[in-house]
Antibody, heavy 120, light 106 residues
Framework: EVQLVESGGVVVQPGGSLRLSCAAS????????MHWVRQAPGKGLEWVSLINWDGGYTYYADSVKGRFTISRDNRKNSLYLQMNSLRAEDTALYYC?????????????WGQGTLVTVSS | DIQMTQSPSTLSASVGDRVTITCRASQSISSWLAWYQQKPGKAPKLLIY???SLESGVPSRFSGSGSGTEFTLTISSLQPDDFATYYCQQYNSHSTFGPGTKVEIK
């Protein structure tokens, strides 16, 4: 059974940093691209970032480019999102999602999310 | 970047109704479009991929159509479990989600 478990969400001050993690199990992790998608309270889904199977290709939404860094450790079956220079508008539930193949595929499995709150 | 729009933003319907949601892309995305269902407090669930392919385990009352810039999600006979918010997503060029359509009880 595919499982994605996010962690690391906390309350952080504006300008602060945070690293989210996603522990994956139930599938061959390094066969698939992975994504981060976020959802602000009461709002819609916003795609954040993707990484291909070996970490050699990454891409970011304009809203986070230059501030967030996606990475993965295939030995640990883990996905990460380093978030720097956090803003109030980054407050959201952050989902880790598994692509159905390469990075240009739909998202077949999602975690339950980890909540990031940016507030002073 | 490719922008996605959806209409309507909210849809009121009754059990048994046929429901159609439209999604439009700002440029052609061929058939690289997916539909997701999200219920309150839950993660999104993939329903349709490649515009019209039904994800395994998804009831056949859900169907998708379209190509290029205009797409539709149809629920042939709305069931109580279908009241939720639906999102389209393009994956032709990285990824973008539409703003969502909430299907509520009439």
């Amino acid at each position: 059974e595919v499982q994605l478990v996010e962690s690391g969400g906390v309350v952080v001050q504006p300008g602060g940093s945070l690293r989210l993690s996603c522990a994956a199990s139930g599938f061959t992790f390094d066969d698939y691209a992975m994504h981060w998608v976020r959802q602000a309270p009461g709002k819609g889904l916003e795609w954040v970032s993707l990484i291909n199977w070996d970490g050699g290709y990454t891409y970011y939404a304009d809203s986070v480019k230059g501030r967030f860094t996606i990475s993965r450790d295939n030995r640990k079956n883990s996905l990460y999102l380093q978030m720097n220079s956090l803003r109030a508008e980054d407050t959201a539930l952050y989902y880790c999602a598994k692509s159905n193949g390469g990075y240009d595929n739909p998202l077949g499995y999602w975690g339950q999310g980890t909540l990031v709150t940016v507030s002073s | 970047d490719i922008q996605m729009t959806q209409s309507p933003s909210t849809l009121s319907a009754s059990v048994g109704d046929r429901v159609t949601i439209t999604c439009r892309a700002s440029q052609s995305i061929s058939s690289w479009l997916a539909w997701y269902q999200q219920k309150p407090g839950k993660a999104p669930k993939l329903l349709i991929y490649k515009a019209s392919s039904l994800e395994s385990g998804v009831p056949s009352r859900f169907s998708g159509s379209g190509s290029g810039t205009e797409f539709t999600l149809t629920i042939s006979s709305l069931q109580p479990d279908d009241f939720a918010t639906y999102y389209c997503q393009q994956y032709n060029s990285h990824s973008t989600f539409g703003p969502g359509t909430k299907v509520e009880i009439k």
